[in-house]
């Protein structure tokens, strides 16, 4: 079955640490996103790539590095610039063009130790 | 700036008690408005897209419609596997902006 698969599902980061989560997807999309979810907050973005080897800063990307060097797959960086980190991070893709749907995956979830 | 706001927050319906979920957004260059599903610990699961102002869309129990301010999800007689998170998120003219969500919980 096509979709995006996320790992690892719970993580832990330590102080000064970077962390890498990994983004996979079968769904032969040409666009790849990622986005924080915080309790009470809506979905923010954090970086998205319309195609390979190219990828655009969202609205919270301080302390986040991507990169998109195959068209399945956008692992997402976590520096230890990235003051408050816990969080519930997701991924999703979609196809190319106006007003199509993204599809997500079923989340990281990071914590501080 | 982009904004969207859902209502309410949260709500308790019985089985059988049919509602209306209202997202409101003010968003430049709308081109489609997305209603999404969200179970706790997991990913949104796409509902349905919608494109312009009069437009619905139906799915088993939920039925989605817009106006150009505005957007509902209505459920008919909702059952307890309905019970989730539904987020909305209006299309401008780059990225979703989506909201808080409203929070159903449906008992028997």
């Known amino acids: 079955d096509g979709g995006i698969t996320q790992s690892p599902k719970y993580l832990f980061r330590k102080e000064g640490q970077n962390v890498t989560l990994s983004c996979e997807q079968n769904?032969?999309?040409?666009?790849m996103y990622w986005y924080r979810q915080d309790p009470g907050q809506g979905l923010r973005l954090i970086y998205y790539?319309?195609?390979?080897?190219?990828?655009q800063k969202g609205d919270i990307a301080e302390g986040y590095s991507v990169s998109r060097e195959k068209k399945e797959s956008f692992p997402l960086t976590v520096t230890s610039a990235q003051k408050n980190p816990t969080a519930f991070y997701l991924c999703?893709?979609?196809?190319?063009?106006?007003?199509?749907?993204?599809?997500f995956g079923d989340g990281t979830r990071l914590s501080i130790l | 700036e982009d904004q969207v706001t859902q209502s309410p927050e949260a709500l308790r319906l019985q089985e059988g008690e049919s509602s209306s979920l209202n997202c409101s957004y003010t968003?430049?260059?709308?081109?489609?408005l997305f209603w999404y599903r969200q179970d706790p610990g997991k990913g949104p699961e796409f509902l349905f897209t919608?494109?312009?102002a009069g437009e619905e869309k139906e799915k088993e129990r939920l039925k989605a419609t817009l106006t150009k301010k505005e957007s509902f999800l209505h459920i008919t007689a909702p059952k307890p596997e309905d019970s989730a998170t539904y987020l909305c998120?209006?299309?401008?003219?780059?990225?979703?902006?989506f909201g808080k969500g409203t929070m159903l919980l449906v008992s028997p």
């Open positions: 999703a893709s979609s196809k190319q063009g106006s007003g199509q749907p993204q599809h």
């Open positions: 769904l032969n999309h040409d666009a």
């Open positions: 790539s319309q195609i390979v080897n190219d990828f």
């Open positions: 968003v430049s260059g709308l081109r489609g």
């Open positions: 919608l494109y312009s």
């Open positions: 998120a209006p299309l401008g003219y780059s990225t979703l902006t």
